[in-house]
Every structure is written in structure tokens, then in C-alpha cells.
């Protein structure tokens, strides 16, 4: 019985992908030549904590997929024990629109507020929204890399991969010093889908690898949900082709909840002011400017200003490129 | 024979005095120019020659020698040409040497012997009075931009006026421009812009509290339009700005012959294409830059990351410290650039982001390379950041705005109240900065410039003190997550 961490300095002296033990006599080389309380020390020095396949905290759910990693790199202050808990994967285009972005972020924020891990890929757009709404919610979210457990990858997230791992955790499959590959990241999909009970995709182009990651789900025949998005939007695409191929439409958290068995929290009393009050209604039908917004309220546009900000910290408006845009459920 | 002329020179803004010396020696008839003088310095040969022709006088047939003192001062321009003629006319003993040393002389010579106006006949006039010279001879057209230094003026239109003065022949006429009026103000009018109600906020907030803007979003929603119209709000300058800015536009020769000085803020927009040179100044001399020239005024920067990277970040010096310091073979400068900077910008590469009838094409890397065009350094210069997003048609339709002249007087009153000091923030205004620097990602800096925004939209509203209101309000210009690196 090789030992996983073996397997997994292999792969990433090799660079390439390994599942199970190779009987090429390149590996035997390198099992002879492999130090592993070195490697293990190398590590630790680095802060970096490694579950192998074998060892009774990895993940049961990420076990169960055909092509488990030989195991898992940590980083962060969670315990491994996080990556057992219940949790839902958010994914979608990097390039997401003002819509994308909110919806992530309001299912990312109810999902972790009601105790669910959020699991994504610390890739831009929908990833990166979903890693934010779990920590506004002070819940707890995993990101997944596809490279190195060492790099920050985009180098732009590298402030928010340290907050995710104040209390959760960044997770990769390759050791440090893997460079981040086009192939990778497919194989990094699994691992996301593979670590969650439910996969919901935000908004997807058609070709996105968000539906890649929705592929692993449905193969491991999980639940996965698709974010219904206009027909008219390219963006749209690949999420609406999912609902047409019979994934669950995604109306609400709850929707989520429900799937995963855990009842939705008593949704807090919004509490804003009257003026607030007054500059929300409109968003609840279609999302506006600020200057229709202002038009619409007879108030000074300083005034609905402060109003507009006052919502977005209540977290009941999320602004994208000037449109701001209800985020409460509908209804 | 020998004799000697004052003038200056100007070493970015600052006059040095130059002393030009003439001296003729009986030998082959030659001319010389020494003294480090740059190519228009050099050709001041022929037009003296020709000028000193022109006016009847007699060209002495000796070895001429001119030398700029002090050497090791580079030399630049075309103003020498009116000191080295005289200085070679009083060594000739065409006129009294001693007359001459009263007086400084700063001219252009054309060839039938006018004396044309030089850039930069304030500062020198300036560089005279300091030196306890009282006249200065300088083009007729130069006349009411050197009075401003509070000296006598000499109009002359030509050398041999010069000469007659210096003689004591007779007084030259007083110059008279060309109308009293004032030029009409030209300064656009915020009434023209249709909507637009928060990025309308945005400027008066600008203009009150001398914020810097960012105004973002899709092509055609009106941010250089809304740019250009910070000037038309903002208060006239005060009698000691108004003479240090036209002292910078004198240098430049930005400046309207008969009204000199320059009484609005400047406004300066150079294009995208502007060299690092150009925005921040240098060159030989060194010259200023429009950064300099829009000193107590506005910079507009429109379509913001096309201007090239170095230029850019040339900016955050003046931004910080409100001058820049240029360093170069030819001389060193310390020039003013005190100005509130004004930037457009679209949200992506290719415009479509914000513009609910486009869809934007850009790919990931795009948009992150676009980002990464703009430093966050900069960007956190702007205390101000306003999205500006496409109308839809019926909004259009909205009145036109509040006129420039209804919202002047408010900014000013607002200047006055941020002056008068006090406003500090409430209890409950504090807490809200501090449960915002939580919930929405804030630097340090972030957080000041939140302050800063919030005191005043205090001083607007006429509030004793900073509410929970003008914080969320300045919280609604931070910058937006479409600019954030992140």
C-alpha cells in the first residue's frame, strides 16, 4: 500500500494527474528516492496540513466519487473536520453579470447563515461572490484550487483566500509548487462537486466549466440546481440548458435547504428606516439607477445616497455597474 | 567698449537674473553669443542685426562679444533679444549705459525692429521688483500682465522707441487694449445635462469639498460632459491664487493679452495621448506641465486608463503633496500642482459593462488586465467614485437640471462652512463607519476618504456636525467592486 502523501509529491513532481498508484518504473524511482517525514516537514513549515485518502477525516463524500485525489492539501486555520460538514458548491462564469454577481452573494450569505459550508473555486465573478456572502454571514466557506496549495491563484484573491481560511479552509489536490494548468481545473471541478451535497450553478455560458463541475454532480448523482437566468442572455445559457435537461430550478435558498434537510432560519426583520423603506420598493420589481431611483422618490439624490447605502449594508440591495438590484427573495 | 543689460530668465517658474554684457574690441567685425544660450538664444544674432538695421541705427563695425552671465545658467528663449540689442547699443554709446542699468528688458526682435511679446513676462517683471529694479521694457502687448508685478512698464513697439526712451527723446505712448470688456464667460452650464441626479451630487460634493471624481461607466452617458462642468461651480479664485495661476499660464502663454489674469479656476484636458512630459512638466527649461497649469483648478482626464501608464502614475506626487519636483540635466523645478483631478472612464474594455443594452464581451483577462491598467494607488486618490449608468430613454425625458448658477452659491457656502473647521462625526455616525468598514471591504485610506466625504456633505446640508447620514451617503462614492483589483 503506497502512502497517499507519495502519491501525491509524485504527482506533483511529475505534473501529471494521479489517482491510484502508476506501476510505471518511474514511480518505483521516486517511491525510493521519496522522504516523506521530510516532505511532511516541508509542509508544516509552510503551514500546510495534508489528508491522505486513507485517513479517517477525508471527506466520506469526496471518497465516494470514482476518482478520489490520493489526497487533500490544507490551508487555513478550519479543522479538516469542515470538509465533512453539510455542504452546497455555488459556481459560475468568471465573467458574471451585475445579476450573477448578487445572486451569488445572497446564496452564499443564506446558505452559510444557516450552517451550510459554501464550497467554490476562489476563481473570479460567481466563486469569489459566493466566498464573500459566506463571510458576511460570519459562516463558514471553502475555496478549491486548481494549483499548488501554496499559490494564490488569481494572485488578485489573495486577500480573500486568507479570510476564507480565518475560519474555513483553501483545499487543493496538488502539493506546493504545482503551477496552475488548463487541464487542472476541470480536475479541480471534481473535487468542488465532490465535497458538496448539492451543486447550484449561478450563471453559465454554454461550454462553461461551471457545467462541467454540474457534470461531476449529476454523475455522482447528487443534487444540483441551475439559477433560471433571461433567455436572452448569453450568460444564461448554459444554466438554462441545465433547467431543460432537468436540473432544479433554483428559486430561493430554501430551495437548497430543503434538498440538504436543513430548515431554513427564521429570515431576520429587515430593519431600515422608513426612508430605506421607501427606496426599496421599487427594486422589488425590476432593478434601477440611482437617478431613476431618486426620480421615482421625490428625495434629493444625497438622501436616497444614503438610503441605497444603508439597504446594501442591511443586505438587501446589491449594486452592479450603477444598477442597484433587490436581493431578497421574490414574494 | 563695454556695457551692460538686466534681464531674466526662467528657470521653470522661478526668474533668474541674467546680466548681459556687450563688449566691442577693434578687430575683424565679428559677433559672438556666449553664456550656455540654447538655438533661439544662438539665432538672436540675426534678429538684432536686422532689428538694429531697421531702426536707423548704426551697426557697430567692431568684434562684438555678448555674453549671458551667469554662464553656467542654461539660456533659453527669445527674450534675450531685446537686452542683447541694447547692451550692444550702449556699448556703441547710441544710448546712455547708465539709464539702461536702471531698468530691466525682456523683448522678441522681428526683423524690421518691433518688439514682439515673450511668455513669461510676469514672472520677470516679478524677478525686477524683487530686485529692487522699478522698470521694466517689454512689448507694448505685454503691458497689463507685467503691471500685475506692481512695477513700472515701458510699452515699447519698437527698438528705436526703446532707444528714444533710453535717450530721453521722448516717453512712448501708453498702451491701451484693444476693449474694456471682459471676455464672456464661457464656462458650461450644468443646466444642459438631462437626469443624471446622483453623478450631479457627485460634483457639487467635488467642487464643495475639492474632492477628486471618478466618474465610470459605458460610453456616451454623459461623464465628460458632467466632467467639464466642474469649473462652472466652482468659486472664483482668490486675489493671491489668481496671481500665482496667471504667473504659471504667463510661463506657458496661456494667457489673453488684454486680460491677463486669470480670476476663474483653470481647466486643463489634455488628451490621452499626452506624454509623461506633458502631463507633469519637463523638458529643457524645465517647462510646466498640465498638471501645473491646472494649479487651483481642474485636470481632466478623460477615458482615463487610454492615458499611458507613467503619466499616470506621474500624478500621484502632485496628488499627494500638491506640487512636482522635476529634476533634469538642464536645470531643476519645483512647479505647483495643487488641482482636483477629474477622470472618465468606461467600466470594461470594451465598454459594454453597465449599458443594459449591450452585453459585455470582455473576457476574464481582459476585464483583470484592464484593471490592473489603473494602480490601486491612484485609484484611491479619488475620493469620489461615481457610476454612471446608461439611461434608459424615458429618463431622458427628465427635465433639464439645476442651472451652474443655482449650485455655485451653495458650493461656496459649503466652502466656507468646511473652512470655519469643527465637524466631527456623532456617536451613531461613527458607529456606522466603523459596522461599514465590516460589511463592505475598506483600506485605511478608504475609510479617510469616507470621513472626509461625509464632513462635506455636512457642510452642504448646513449640519453642526457629521450625522449617520452623510457617512452613508459618503459611503455610496466608494469605489465600486467592478474597479476593485478583487
Known sequence: MTSDLALAAFAASSGAHVVSAPSSARFGAFLDSFDPAGFATQLSRRGVRFVGRSDAAFPPLLRAIHDPPPGLFLRGSGEPEVLTRTAVAIVGARACSGYGSAVARMLGRELAAAGVVVV?????????????????????????????????????????????????????????????????????????????????????????????????????????FAVPGEITSALSAGTNALLRLGATPLTSAADVLESVGIAPPEAPEADVGPEAAAVLEPLRDEPASADALTRASGRDAGAVGAALVELELAGLVAESAGIFRGVMPAG | MLAQAVTYCLVGLEPRRVEVEAHLQRAVPAFAIVGLADRACQEAKERVRSGVASAQLEWPRFRITVNLAPAELRKIGSGFDLPIALSILAASRQLPEERLAEHVAFGELALDGRVRPVNGVLAVAEGACTAGIDRVLCAAESTPEAALAGIDVVPVRHLAEAVAYLRGERDPPPYVASNGHHPVGTALDLADVLGQERPRRALELAAAGGHNLLLAGPPGTGKTMLGRRLPGILPPLAPEEALEVTRIHSVAGLLSPEHPLVLAAPFRAPHHSASTAAIVGGGPGPRPGEATLAHRGVLLLDEMPEFQRPALEALRQPLEDGVINIARAGGRALFPARFQLVATMNLCPCGGRGDPRAECSCSAQRLAAFRDKLSRALLDRFDLVVTVPRPRARELEAGRGEPSAAVAPR????????????????????????????????????????????????????????????????????????????
Do not use: M
Open chain 2, 411 to 486: 458650493v461656496a457656502v459649503g466652502r466656507q462652512r468646511l473652512a470655519a473647521g469643527g465637524l466631527d462625526r456623532t456617536a451613531p455616525a461613527d458607529d456606522l463607519l466603523a459596522r461599514a468598514v465590516e460589511r463592505v471591504p475598506l483600506s485605511a485610506r478608504g475609510r479617510a476618504k469616507v470621513g472626509r466625504v461625509a464632513r462635506t456633505a455636512a457642510a452642504l446640508a448646513g449640519a453642526e456636525r457629521v450625522e449617520p447620514e452623510h457617512v452613508a451617503e459618503a459611503l455610496a462614492y466608494r469605489a465600486p467592486a467592478e474597479l476593485a483589483a478583487a
Open chain 1, 120 to 224: 467554490s473555486g476562489l476563481a473570479r465573478g460567481v466563486d469569489a461572490d459566493a466566498h464573500r456572502g459566506a463571510l458576511e454571514a460570519d459562516g463558514t466557506t471553502v475555496g478549491i484550487l486548481g494549483c499548488g496549495i501554496d499559490r494564490d491563484y488569481p494572485a488578485a484573491h489573495a486577500e480573500l483566500a486568507q479570510r476564507i481560511g480565518e475560519r474555513g479552509l483553501v483545499v487543493s489536490e496538488y502539493a506546493p509548487g504545482v503551477e496552475p494548468a488548463p487541464w487542472r481545473f476541470p480536475a479541480r471541478n471534481r473535487i468542488i462537486s465532490g465535497l458538496a451535497r448539492a451543486t447550484v450553478v449561478v450563471e453559465a455560458r454554454e461550454a462553461s466549466g461551471a457545467l462541467i463541475t454540474a457534470d461531476f454532480a449529476l454523475e455522482e448523482g447528487r443534487e444540483v
